[in-house]
């Protein structure tokens, strides 16, 4: 007698399970969303039955059901694969993982192929390597690494978008890396719903997963970024990838940065820089240069900072705009910074700087793109504000960190000798700084004002 399949029905909206078809999701609360699916057995294919059971979870059927204590894991079987751009191996915490899952995501355009195939096309020197394209023909891929100067000899390549035909062609090469580009056109013959939908993602990745944590390949997934600037399907991969980033660049800049926001191998605040050139995507190993191309004459507004990137200290400059204001409500704009933060801040201002700003326009920005998430720029925000206020520019060699508190106090921040000795190795000579992260031994050529309030820090500068 024949079992009867099981029927699923996800929202290809949020990836919400439903055991029947509704007309909206209860999740996300869309209409005429649901597609039906039918997992279990269904998903197991003759090619791909006689080396992976889809039954077995992420974590790769190697050791399982036996129960060892962690100091008698042998942790030499898991050996950093290194990528050979120090940037992307700054980002993945020392490298690739072998049975690890990454998923890189980016705008069309941001450098996402280009940097992969890069990479690959030196790792297939010393390993066995697989790149395949679900997007492209094996010719365009072939033009581009030619127009790079890549090594091609030892790259294998497969333009396939079939997930079963794919893991049955990389059981015959055995690659050490695998490139899967992109997920949101992989499909499997059992899913009933469109390439690109939650359903055909979701089962897509899981079965790459699996194949990646039985076979110990490390496992690259390309993404596609929606709309709104996340990743295409984020809360359905999350839970199954080991480590999420994404490469990040504006068209008219010539600058890439990728950042981690997931990583169980490492840290998720570390910062790439790369820089788009003819040759393809070159590593930008001191970022801080490019964020300091500033003007001759340095302008009202405009105040330099140190903030923390994973394990190095970043120079980046702060503008700020501060202008009358024709609203009977004055706007305030922060790029780059949180807002919230930018009203709580300009309340403390007043307070006790005696600065009053509330009928005028405030705008700030973060040049060069970077995003400040911690809150050492918080003094630095406010001598620019009172900057471009009074029109009195700052000196051009002055550089300034410090979280500054409700009741006025400047709060010390981590790792201020580096963020200093980052200072004084690209030229400045002031720094205004918590004095709770003042130096026992001062830096040659860099002369340090501790504060230990706001009235202080602004009579230094002589803004008080």
């Known amino acids: 007698m024949a079992t009867k399949r099981k029927t699923a029905y996800v929202c290809n909206d949020c990836g919400a399970d439903y055991t029947k078809w509704t007309g909206q999701c209860s999740g996300c609360g869309s209409w005429n969303s649901l597609s039906e699916v039918r997992p279990g057995p269904g998903y197991r294919d003759s090619r791909a039955a006689d080396f992976t059971d889809t039954q077995s979870g992420y974590a790769g059927a190697a050791g399982s059901g036996k129960v060892q204590k962690l100091a008698e894991i042998d942790l030499s079987e898991l050996p950093r694969i290194p990528t050979s751009a120090s940037e992307l191996d700054r980002v993945l915490g020392g490298g690739l993982v072998p049975g690890s899952v990454v998923l890189i995501g980016g705008h069309p355009g941001a450098g996402k192929s280009t940097v992969l195939l890069q990479t690959l096309c030196h790792l297939a020197a010393a390993m066995p390597a697989l790149y395949i394209t679900g997007e492209e023909s094996l010719q ?75 076979t110990g390949t490390a496992l690259i997934l390309v993404g596609h970024v929606t709309k709104d600037g ?42 790439g820089v790369f820089a788009m050139t003819e040759q393809g995507l070159k590593e930008v190993s001191n970022p801080s240069a490019i964020f300091l191309q500033r003007a001759e004459e340095v302008a009202a507004g405009s105040v330099v900072t140190a903030v923390w990137e994973g394990t190095r200290p970043l120079l980046v400059e702060l503008q700020a705009l501060v202008d009358d204001s024709s609203l009977g409500n004055p706007r305030r704009v922060a790029v780059g910074l949180d807002q919230n933060r930018l009203n709580m801040l300009l309340a403390v201002l007043h307070r006790h700087g005696g600065v009053l700003v509330g009928d005028q326009d405030v705008f700030i920005n973060v040049v060069g793109g970077v995003k400040v998430v911690e809150t050492s720029a918080d003094l630095t925000l406010l001598l620019a504000v009172v900057s471009s206020f009074r029109n009195h520019p700052l000196p051009r060699d002055l550089m300034v960190f410090g979280e500054v508190g409700l009741s006025g106090e400047i709060r010390p921040v981590p790792s201020g000798q580096e963020r200093l000795r980052e200072a004084a190795k690209h030229g400045f000579r002031k720094a205004i700084v918590p004095a709770a992260n003042r130096l026992k031994n001062d830096i040659e050529g860099l002369e340090m004002q501790p504060v230990k309030t706001l009235a202080e820090a602004l009579a230094v500068i002589d803004m008080r």
Do not use: W
Request: proline share 3%; aromatic share 4%.
């Open 140 to 214: 365009q891929v072939a033009m581009r690494a030619n127009r790079l100067g890549l090594p091609t000899d030892s790259l294998q390549v497969l333009s396939e978008t079939d997930v079963e035909r794919i893991c049955h062609v990389a059981k015959t090469v055995i690659p050490r890396v695998m490139v899967v580009d992109s997920i949101q056109v992989m499909h499997m013959s059992e899913v009933q719903s469109a390439p690109g939908s939650v359903a055909q993602v979701r089962e897509s990745a899981a079965f790459l997963t699996r194949f990646a944590k039985q």
């Open 230 to 271: 996340s990743l295409a399907g984020p809360k359905v991969l999350e839970h199954i990838i080991d480590c999420s980033i994404l490469l990040e660049g504006s068209h008219d800049s010539r600058f890439r940065t990728l950042r981690a926001h997931k990583n169980r191998f490492g840290a998720v605040n570390e910062l």
